[in-house]
């Protein structure tokens, strides 16, 4: 089965950056949209970034991470980033990894798995 594994996390400063990454493992045919989503207490779980696997990437972030944070990924290594820079208090939560239209090597078609996600990694912005 397909498993999501996130590292990265950690406690920073307020203005200090942390690096998040997410390799999918498994028999991967192929990733439509890789993406990061958050949940801090008390809130709803939102989407920070998400890109797709086509040309360099189609990007889309939350209003209140751009121009902060970057998404990335490499298709070859299933493998996507989100580089968090000028880290604020309210940028704290659990940050999951997100694979969306997943589809894995078969014998003679690439059956959909459908969508996975990352246990999560906490990120703590605090001085």
């Known amino acids: 089965q397909v498993q999501l594994v996130e590292s990265g996390g950690g406690l920073v400063q307020p203005g200090g950056s942390l690096r998040l990454s997410c390799a999918a493992s498994g028999s991967i045919f192929s990733i439509n949209v890789m993406g990061w989503y958050r949940q801090a207490p008390g809130k709803q779980r939102e989407l920070v970034a998400a890109?797709?696997?086509?040309?360099?990437?189609?990007?889309n972030y939350a209003d209140s991470v751009k121009g902060r944070f970057t998404i990335s990924r490499d298709n070859a290594k299933n493998t996507v980033y989100l580089q968090m820079n000028s880290l604020k208090p309210e940028d704290t939560a659990v940050y999951y990894c997100n694979a969306e239209g997943v589809r894995v090597y078969s014998f003679n078609y690439n059956p959909y798995l459908g969508d996975f996600w990352g246990r999560g990694t906490q990120v703590t912005v605090s001085s």
């Open positions: 890109i797709t696997s086509g040309g360099g990437g189609s990007t």
